[in-house]
């Protein structure tokens, strides 16, 4: 077991900027549910550790970059439940390791690598074969956590704001959060994603997810942004980094540029343009993974 802060604080964001346009924004601090397991990555895996436990199973294996925040939290949530846990990383190895398989090691997480090739077959069944015949009985959490219970855990956020609000906002990487905002709404509210990767495909994947979810999968009261992504996922540029650097002294609380940076531009930037109903409120998921940041520093902005 591991001691969490849920309901995650809400934050008001004040700034002259936001008074003049006539809008209140609020940050939901997941990032503050826990020291490692934060954020989002929490709310996916809380439901799949406990499945995982109903089953009898004593491993875990998921799949993850070498920056995966997802990573990073299952190699400590699946100790502290008493799991051993096997890490999946896309690329080869290299050494030193960075800080995340730094920590996922000393965790005790076994890493095994694939090359890019390899790791996009990660899904197909005959790979999973393979998995099983290597590794033996293990539970297997999609990359990413991304599967119906860790939409289920993204569901319990919205039931947890108390205060009224008019939009819900939250970065996507795999749209699993968004898919769970979204059921977690019943219709209710406008939630919008802000993707962080390049291309237009999130919309349909979270349709996707919410079409596996089984029910809340006819609302159309969400949409998703795909011009904030800023190059591509964990790709930067100067005039994100100097909106974060602004905002972080500004309000004094810790952003990180692979999705939470993304998603805050992009926020204040359709508030500049008059996006936002005049007089609404939003919340917008703080949804953790600052662990990210040491590594991001040896990526250079372009
Ligand atoms: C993983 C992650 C996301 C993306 O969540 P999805 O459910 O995959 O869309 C967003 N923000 C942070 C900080 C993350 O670590």
Redesign the pocket.
Known sequence: MIPVTIPSPIQEITEPFLEKKEIRLFLKRE?LIHPVV????WR?LKYNLQEAKAQNQTTLLSFGGAY???IHALSFAGKSFGFKTIGIIRGEKTLPLNPTLTYATEQGMLLHYLSREEYREKETASFLEKIKSVFGEVYIIPE???NNL?IKG?AEIPEEIEIDYDYLC???????????LIAGCHGKKSII?FS?LKGNF?SSEVQILLNEFGNENTHKNWSVQNDYHFGGYAKTKKELLDFINGFETTHQLPL?P???GK?LFGIYDLIEKGFFKKGSRIIA??????Q?NEGMKTIPAL
Request: charged share 10%; net charge positive.
């Open positions: 990032d934060s954020g989002n990555k996916k995966s925040n997802h990413g956590g991304k860790a993204c939250t970065s996507c990487g795999t749209g699993t959060t968004m898919a769970g994603g962080a999130i990180e692979v999705y939470i998603m998921l703080h949804t953790g993974g600052l990210g």
